[in-house]
T-cell receptor
Framework: GAVVSQHPSRVICKSGTSVKIECRSL??????MFWYRQFPKQSLMLMAT?????????EQGVEKDKFLINHASLTLSTLTVTSAHPEDSSFYIC???????????FGQGTRLTVV | DAKTTQPPSMDCAEGRAANLPCNHS???????VYWYRQIHSQGPQYIIH???NNETNEMASLIITEDRKSSTLILPHATLRDTAVYYC???????????FGAGTILRVKS
């Protein structure tokens, strides 16, 4: 199946710094990618829809100025957590769909720890 | 997207079939039923999807009722590696976001 890759898989940063997470579709082009966040023992929560060449669409309650999304090419979307705080520590996951009416493929996730 | 209802947890003996139910009584005619699973600390993995007909692939079978208000995911011979959280999701076609519910924790026991 199609492959979606995230980098890094794990990151630890200091409070107040910014962290960038990359999501790449390795063998297909994706005009739309999705970013999720998952806290321990909870389900995935959709944060935003990343649209190639245009602004991302954020879900209600997600701060767009804190979670910056850039989708500059058909194979790469980035999520930047700005001025990270300990409460931003979470598992961040991206997904993309290669073709209409087909399954979405997910990255392996990025474990962010803010200390 | 239609809301789905799944039991919070299920146990299954290794080697036996695991049958995971899902209710989606408000599903629309153009919404597909998707199943994913998530093994601890990994991204979700696609299992199977369908619209009206039953589907089978190398991982599982999907049985959708005639009125499409419910479905069952069947893992024919569960192994310990099938222990995961299983999510049933309904969504419309291409590009639409997947909204995850709580899912079912399946524990396969030896």
């Amino acid at each position: 199946g199609a492959v979606v890759s995230q980098h890094p898989s794990r990151v630890i940063c200091k409070s107040g710094t910014s962290v960038k997470i990359e999501c790449r579709s390795l063998d297909f082009q994706a005009t739309t990618m999705f970013w999720y966040r998952q806290f321990p023992k909870q389900s995935l929560m959709l944060m935003a829809t990343s649209n190639e060449g245009s602004k991302a669409t954020y879900e209600q309650g997600v701060e767009k100025d804190k979670f910056l999304i850039n989708h500059a090419s058909l194979t790469l979307s980035t999520l930047t957590v700005t001025s990270a705080h300990p409460e931003d520590s979470s598992f961040y996951i991206c997904s993309a769909t290669p073709a209409p009416n087909t399954e979405a493929f997910f990255g392996q996730g990025t474990r962010l720890t803010v200390v | 997207d239609a809301k789905t209802t799944q039991p919070p947890s299920m146990d299954c003996a290794e080697g036996r079939a695991a049958n995971l139910p899902c209710n989606h009584s408000t599903i629309s005619g153009n919404e597909y039923v998707y199943w994913y699973r998530q093994i601890h600390s990994q991204g979700p993995q696609y299992i199977i999807h369908g619209l009206k007909n039953n589907e089978t692939n190398e991982m599982a079978s999907l049985i959708i009722t005639e009125d499409r208000k419910s479905s069952t995911l069947i893992l024919p011979h569960a192994t310990l590696r099938d222990t995961a959280v299983y999510y049933c999701i309904v969504r419309v076609g291409y590009g639409n976001k997947l909204v995850f519910g709580a899912g079912t924790i399946l524990r396969v026991k030896s």
